[in-house]
């Protein structure tokens, strides 16, 4: 079946650190693909979103480029700050069918002053 | 606009009892999916109501039952607990025209004692 594996956490850096955070996915169809955050105590935000190859997503600095030829979503901010720590959901979802999100385990993100 | 709202926030319940979640589904979706997310790891999809018709379920036993009304708002149930049930249970709503995005509620936090 569709599966999202996303690197493990937890990943602590310095504010205005270039962050990479990899996701990589396997999917019979051709997803759409989505990065969601998630701040303590609070449900999951949609950040960006791709639906066909070679799109870029962006959002609030962040930006991540659908690779078909790679599997891969992988996001990417240039200069991070500390209110950017949460953690971050990959997710694909098939078009047809019931449209359910399949997510990877998630990355912890801490950004330290 | 309204959000996607779920109540109650926390509850607490014993094994073998049953529960209840409540979800009222952002102004113009239709569709309304739940998913399970247990700590520390990603969503996982229970099912999914359009129009009041399950719509896709993902791997979960039949004492995960759910309802959808007429003004799209959806119920998810639970029977006989169990402790592996403890978890944050998210409700997303969408407009069912293929690549709509899933917007997340708050969720709800069940622990089972």
């Known amino acids: 079946g569709d599966s999202v594996t996303q690197m493990e956490g937890p990943v602590t850096l310095s504010e205005e650190a270039f962050l990479t955070i990899n996701c990589t996915y396997t999917a019979t169809g051709y997803p759409s693909l989505f990065w969601y955050v998630q701040y303590p105590g609070e449900g999951l935000q949609l950040l960006l979103k791709a639906t066909k190859a070679d799109d870029k997503g962006s959002n609030k600095g962040f930006e991540a480029t659908y690779r078909k030829e790679t599997t891969s979503f992988h996001l990417e901010k240039g200069s991070v700050q500390v209110s950017d720590s949460a953690v971050y959901f990959c997710a694909l979802s098939d078009p047809k069918g019931a449209q359910k999100l399949v997510f990877g385990q998630g990355t912890r993100l801490t950004i330290n002053p | 606009e309204t959000g996607v709202t779920q109540s109650p926030t926390h509850l607490i319940k014993t094994r073998g009892q049953q529960v209840t979640l409540r979800c009222s589904s952002q102004?113009?979706?239709?569709?309304v999916s739940w998913y399970q997310q247990a700590l520390g790891q990603g969503p996982q999809f229970i099912f999914q109501?359009?129009?009041?018709?399950?719509?896709g379920r993902g791997n979960f036993p039949p004492r995960f039952s759910g309802l959808q009304f007429p003004n799209y708002s959806s119920e998810l149930n639970v029977n006989a607990l169990e402790l592996d049930d403890s978890a944050l249970y998210l409700c997303?709503?969408?407009?069912?025209?293929?690549?709509?995005?899933?917007?997340f509620g708050p969720g709800t936090r069940l622990l089972v004692l």
């Open positions: 109501y359009y129009r009041e018709e399950e719509n």
């Open positions: 997303a709503s969408s407009s069912r025209t293929g690549l709509e995005t899933q917007y």
């Open positions: 102004s113009g979706h239709n569709t």
